[in-house]
């Protein structure tokens, strides 16, 4: 366990589906991140949140639309994907400051099939 | 913008032996940070170990070390007394330093490790 959690952990939805993933970090950071990790690619970056503000979106389709309510919550809503979204979805978090370590823990991932 | 390869897709090793994963990177930075992640069955991916660019020695952790040459950008990552526990997806990530906010990692494409009874 690394103090960030995931739910669902498995989703399968429809093209025409609404969906929401949710992450949830029980470590008192203030930074959030959301990354995309597909098969034969590295992980990619999709949004960075830092206290509860956006600072990076890394050219995401707007079907990916995330939220970030407080700094222990974060969401990415999903609306009309496409089957090439099909991936593993993991969150992290870090804490941001002088001195840091800066290192990101995450979650377990949520397994999506868009069918 | 920062790369990170990783050359070899897979590797194996019996069990109680040690092995070596390769990582090289590029950046025209010269302050930043070096990971090694590792990522289980489970899938979640758990920090290995850290390197910081402006320490000449080695990070170690355990049964864990790497090999940091800066000038020739390359971050290996060392494995000794191999466990079955050891089996995963190892992969390399940097972040640019020393900056205070949320920096995001780049991560290289993973090695798979296989350890051998």
């Known amino acids: 366990e690394t103090g960030v959690t995931q739910t669902p952990r498995h989703l399968v939805m429809g093209m025409t589906n609404k969906k929401s993933l949710k992450c949830e970090q029980h470590?008192?950071?203030?930074?959030m991140y959301w990354y995309k990790q597909s098969a034969k690619k590295p992980l990619e970056l999709m949004f960075v949140?830092?206290?509860?503000?956006?600072?990076e979106n890394n050219s995401v389709p707007s079907r990916f639309s995330p939220e970030c309510p407080n700094s222990s919550h974060l969401f990415l809503h999903l609306h009309t994907l496409q089957p090439e979204d099909s991936a593993l979805y993991l969150c992290?978090?870090?804490?941001?400051?002088?001195?840091?370590?800066?290192?990101?823990?995450f979650g377990p991932g949520t397994r999506l099939t868009v069918t | 913008a920062q790369t990170v390869t990783q050359s070899q897709p897979e590797m194996s090793v019996q069990e109680a032996e040690t092995v070596t994963l390769s990582c090289t990177y590029d950046?025209?930075?010269?302050?930043?940070?070096l990971f090694w992640y590792k990522q289980p069955p489970s899938r979640q991916m758990i920090l290995v170990i850290r390197?910081?660019?402006?320490?000449?020695q080695n990070a170690t952790e355990n049964r864990f070390s790497v090999n940091f040459q800066k000038a020739a950008k390359s971050f290996s990552l060392k494995i000794s007394d191999s466990q079955l526990g050891d089996a995963a997806m190892y992969f390399c990530?940097?972040?640019?330093?020393?900056?205070?906010?949320?920096?995001?990692?780049?991560f290289g494409q993973g090695t798979r490790l296989t350890i051998n009874p």
């Open positions: 992290a978090s870090s804490q941001t400051g002088t001195g840091i370590p800066y290192e990101q823990y």
């Open positions: 949140y830092s206290l509860e503000e956006r600072v």
């Open positions: 390197q910081e660019a402006y320490k000449q």
């Open positions: 950046t025209s930075e010269s302050d930043y940070y």
């Open positions: 990530a940097y972040r640019s330093g020393p900056y205070q906010g949320a920096q995001k990692l780049v």
């Open positions: 470590l008192g950071h203030n930074a």
